[in-house]
């Protein structure tokens, strides 16, 4: 096939998506324009952890503020956890006569008191606790024989801060570590948090299997935890199941044995202690899945669904991927895969897309299963990145983990950035890195120009209750974090950014960091380096993070005048929110002018003169190339005009991400009414005499170009 005949598939289905874009937009402009619709349009779907939401900041009423430790939804700094034992029996089957089915467990846990005190505050939710003969649901003990743990004084289940609360009748010593053991019984329900179930038919068979989701809080749920990101420990893990079926945890098997159960023979799975980690990364299975393997770079990968999707060679495309992926990676992060296995799981009830358990990744089947006669390409693409979504976080998320659920915008923004650079190395020649632009940045414009948005950034005191938690997981954190994250990673060059990354991961590792660590050690990256830039790496990033919204920038190119301004798509909206910054950005800016790149600017002011950008004739200018930076762009009529006319004779001087910017933005501005809708239908003019053309399905006449 000739090079230049040949046209990728990314670039077709960037085609077919900016078509039928632009014919759904003059649809929807050509009806009343309905404000609720646009409120509305948020569809977020995350592809891991918590449980889409509005993206507003909204929250429900908090309670009346207590002086009670225990009415407080943040665990108090007095006691830290080291370790746990944790050994669960899920029932696969209903409690007899009922439709009720259960798990029981017991737990261990270690910890040392940092701080001297009489309480201990541990998570539980919809647990019910054995009575021990002292007459309490916990014991406790210290681990230094010279030293008596204080005696149990009472306990009560606190169920909207969801602890169980623990008065001592004497006080933890500072330095002291003591143990904690608790047996208990917790519903396997079919609820999608914590240890549920997930229920299929096969072979006319209905099966169970008893799965977690733990993020954001769950954990709690499946045992008493100090179920916070920053209370990190290890995790030593044992299963109880019936024989025959097969059990998974984060860590590899350790060992396996029959033991006698009551008066039923069971399977007992110890798996090997995790390394150090927080709690909503753990996960149990217990299934009849079928499984394929293959050995990477001595890391051990499986891939296990149901038996019927194995057999048919479903998990097979996840496998060949999931090797080169985590090579990429490893280079990209400078740190080599920490775990001895990567086991990723396809399940039949999931709630989010995926959710990236420390060695045991988990998701829903179409995330992850590929046939290759009934899949599409675009099931392919999205496994490809989603995948490589979770794999990102291994590192980023997993081995470094955000020190609280306010910073969640970093850790997913991150991961929605880097899913592309790894499914890029899965599947070179598709493109696949175009793709953020429609789906990320054009996406999250829509919600991010409404006055309902919100910052990026919240504060931690803002994010307390579970409810607050969950309501992060939107198409702010995902996408617009995404979207900051590559426009700073353009901007310093791709070669400081991962030099900033790789010295971050390699001085928090196994612990935690906030947001605003990375951003020291990338400016650090950028001073080694040199690179120019207008302002420290902070300073340019709170900008974008510390404010909602984003610019459009209008480039006059008579007077070479740049100026940027609030985007807003409903022109009559308020904005009553008080930004620090008053709604101004440091806007980096690449652009070209009638086909030739040239130097990079920036814009830090509310208005500024660009000389270069004055332009007479013929010429043109277009800017953020390849839609690296977060803002729309508008041009004075003749520039528009010179534009279009490019367009339409050499379209291929403008790159094809911005051929599909130009419609983008057109029909935005024009909704905002910025521009008149006559320009932005015109903009679309071009796509008329240009056809779309999809490797395999070539037309055998001649044909003038690509889209
Ligand atoms: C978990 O296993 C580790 C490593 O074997 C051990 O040091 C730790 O004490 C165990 N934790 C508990 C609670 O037994
Ligand atoms: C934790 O589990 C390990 C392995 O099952 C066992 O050897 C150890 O004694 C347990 N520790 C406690 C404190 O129960
Ligand atoms: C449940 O029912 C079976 C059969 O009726 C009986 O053998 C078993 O002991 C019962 N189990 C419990 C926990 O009641
Ligand atoms: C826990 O106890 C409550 C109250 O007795 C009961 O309604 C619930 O079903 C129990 N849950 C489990 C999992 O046993
Ligand atoms: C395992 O990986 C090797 C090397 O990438 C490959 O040649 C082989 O086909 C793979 N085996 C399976 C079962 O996927
Ligand atoms: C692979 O793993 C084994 C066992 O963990 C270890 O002994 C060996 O050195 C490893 N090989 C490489 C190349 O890392
Ligand atoms: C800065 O990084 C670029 C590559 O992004 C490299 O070419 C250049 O040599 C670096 N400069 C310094 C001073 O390290
Ligand atoms: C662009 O600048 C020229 C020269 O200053 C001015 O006459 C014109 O009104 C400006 N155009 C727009 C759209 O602001
Ligand atoms: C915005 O404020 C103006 C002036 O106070 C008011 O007329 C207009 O109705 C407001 N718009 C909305 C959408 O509330
Ligand atoms: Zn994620």
């Known amino acids: 096939m000739g090079k230049g005949f040949y046209i990728s598939k990314a670039v077709g289905i960037v085609g077919v998506i900016l078509g039928a874009g632009a014919l759904a937009t003059i649809i929807a402009l050509s009806v009343v324009y309905s404000q609720e ?5 948020a569809d977020p779907s995350p592809t891991d952890g918590g ?9 429900p009423t908090t309670p009346a503020p207590s002086n009670n430790p225990w009415d407080k939804y943040r665990l108090p700094t007095s006691l830290m956890p ?32 940092v701080e001297e005190t009489d309480l201990i505050l541990i998570h539980s939710h919809k647990l019910n606790y054995s009575q021990f003969e002292n007459g309490q649901p916990a014991m406790l003990v210290s681990l230094d024989t010279a030293v008596e743990a204080p005696s149990i004084k009472s306990t009560q289940m606190q169920t909207v801060t969801q602890y169980l609360v623990i008065h001592l009748n004497g006080k933890l010593v500072k330095g002291q570590r003591y143990r904690l053991y608790t047996i208990f019984t917790g ?38 935890c100090f179920d916070e990101p920053a209370m990190k420990a290890v995790f030593n893990i044992t299963l109880i199941h019936d024989i025959g079926t097969v059990a998974l945890s984060n860590g590899e098997e350790k060992e396996s044995s029959q033991i006698s159960v009551g008066d039923k023979m069971m399977q007992r799975t110890v798996f090997e202690p995790t390394l150090k980690m927080s709690t909503y990364l753990l996960a149990f299975i217990v299934s009849d899945f079928a499984s394929i393997s293959n050995i990477s770079d001595n890391v051990s990968i499986r891939i296990f669904a149901r038996k019927t999707a194995i057999a048919a060679g479903q998990g097979q495309y996840a496998l060949d991927i999931t090797g080169p992926i985590l090579n990429f990676f490893e280079q990209y992060y400078n740190y080599k895969y920490p775990l001895p296995k990567s086991d990723q799981v396809a399940l039949p009830d999931f709630n989010a897309g995926a959710m990236e358990n420390w060695g045991l990744i988990t998701y829903r089947e179409t995330a992850l299963l590929y046939d290759e006669a009934f899949s599409s390409n675009s099931n392919r693409e999205r496994i490809a990145t989603i995948i490589a979504h979770e794999l990102a976080h291994m590192w980023f998320g997993n081995l470094v ?16 950035y880097v899913e592309y650079l790894g499914a890029d190395k899965a599947e070179p020649t598709w493109n696949v890195k175009d793709l953020i632009v429609l789906s990320d940045v054009h996406r999250v414009f829509a919600v991010d120009a409404l006055t309902s948005s919100h910052p990026l950034s919240s504060k931690e005191e803002d994010v307390q209750t579970p409810a607050q938690i969950s309501e992060l997981f939107d198409a702010i954190s995902y996408s617009k974090g995404a979207a900051v994250l590559r426009m700073l990673s353009d901007f310093l060059t791709e070669d400081v950014f991962t030099k900033g990354l790789q010295t971050y991961l390699a001085e928090f590792a196994f612990g935690t960091a906030v947001y605003t660590d990375l951003w020291s050690h990338l400016d650090e990256a950028a001073r080694l380096n040199e690179t120019e830039l207008p302002a420290p790496v902070p300073d340019i990033m709170n900008t974008w993070v510390l404010q909602m919204g984003f ?8 007077a070479g005048h740049v100026s940027q301004q609030h985007f807003l798509l409903d022109p009559n909206s308020n904005v009553t929110a008080v930004s620090p910054y008053n709604y101004e950005w440091i806007v980096p800016i690449k652009w070209m002018k009638t086909g030739v790149i040239q130097k990079p600017e920036w814009l830090e002011t509310k208005s500024a003169t660009i000389n270069a950008m004055k332009v007479t004739a013929d010429d043109w200018v277009l800017a953020n190339l390849n839609v690296v930076g977060y803002y729309r762009v508008n041009y004075d009529q003749g520039n528009w005009d010179r534009l279009l006319r490019a367009l339409n004779t050499n379209h291929m001087d403008i790159p094809v991400i911005n051929r599909a910017q130009l419609v983008d933005d057109a029909f935005n501005l024009a909704r905002a009414q910025i521009i008149p809708t006559v320009l932005a239908l015109s903009v679309t003019k071009y796509l008329y005499r240009r056809q779309i053309i999809c490797p395999g399905n070539r037309p055998s006449t001649t044909w003038t170009s690509s889209i």
């Open 401 to 416: 983990t955000l020190r609280w659920w306010n910073d969640l915008w970093l850790n997913e923004g991150f991961a929605s």
């Open 37 to 41: 619709k646009a409120k509305n349009n």
């Open 51 to 59: 449980t889409t939401s509005s993206p507003t900041t909204s929250s």
């Open 187 to 224: 519903e396997l329900a079919d609820d999608l948090g914590g240890f549920y179930r997930s229920v299929f038919d096969e072979d006319g068979v209905t099966k169970v299997v008893a799965t977690t989701q733990m993020q954001p809080t769950h954990a709690r749920k499946a045992f008493p």
């Open 82 to 113: 080291e370790s746990y034992n944790v050994s669960l029996q899920p029932r696969l089957t209903p409690v007899n006569g009922t439709e009720f089915y259960i798990f029981t467990g017991e737990s261990t846990v270690e910890f040392v008191c």
């Open 551 to 558: 610019p459009v920038i209008t480039i006059n190119t008579t």
